[in-house]
């Protein structure tokens, strides 16, 4: 069975910055295209990075140049660094494998909270 446990987030100020881990057990890690997805209140859950097996990565306009997603293939471990936060990225990040719509069980992701 497939568990994804995302940790890291925290309240940081606007223009500060994170980084997110995301451990993954119970599936060969390094078959999957992996990635990071968000959801702010109110709203739907949204793909912002997106990394193949191989390491190839996309990102939605939104977070281009600011978000970078990493994984170790080694350590079953992803990565997001988040730079120059925005209020606007204030939301709970979930990492899943990258084939979206298809899905393993959510994990409880990480609250990030930007505000000063």
């Known amino acids: 069975q497939v568990q994804l446990v995302e940790s890291g987030g925290g309240l940081v100020q606007p223009g500060g910055s994170v980084r997110l881990s995301c451990t993954v057990s119970g599936i060969l890690f390094n078959s999957y295209a992996m990635a990071w997805y968000r959801q702010a209140p109110g709203k739907q859950r949204e793909l912002v990075a997106l990394i193949s097996f191989h390491g190839s990565t996309n990102y939605a306009n939104s977070v281009k140049g600011r978000f970078t997603i990493s994984r170790d293939n080694a350590l079953n471990i992803m990565y997001l660094q988040i730079t120059t936060l925005k209020p606007e990225d204030t939301a709970v990040y979930y990492c899943?494998?990258?084939?979206?719509?298809?899905?393993?069980?959510w994990g409880q992701g990480t609250q990030v909270t930007v505000s000063s």
């Open positions: 899943n494998r990258g084939d979206y719509p298809n899905s393993w069980a």
